[in-house]
């Protein structure tokens, strides 16, 4: 994290909520910033992105916890 601030955000949440939290977290990108601007989904725009990357891993997690 680049702000000591955001870590302490996210521990607070997580301590509060436990496992409703999703494990995969989506950091500040620039891709994530330029793809609305070029109106285009960031899978499209920069698929292989660390942005991207994370939102797919959310997906997974999504999946993943509703064939629980």
């Known amino acids: ?8 955000v996210v521990e607070a949440i997580r301590g509060h909520f436990g496992g409703k ?13 330029e793809a609305p601007y070029f109106h285009t989904p960031v899978m499209t ?10 939102y797919t891993d959310i997906a997974r997690e999504i999946i993943r916890r509703t064939k629980q």
Do not use: D, N
């Open 45 to 54: 725009y920069a698929g292989t992105s660390t942005g991207a990357e994370a």
């Open 21 to 33: 939290v999703f494990t995969a977290e989506v950091r500040q990108s620039v891709k994530l910033v």
């Open 1 to 8: 994290y680049r702000q000591g601030v955001t870590r302490q």
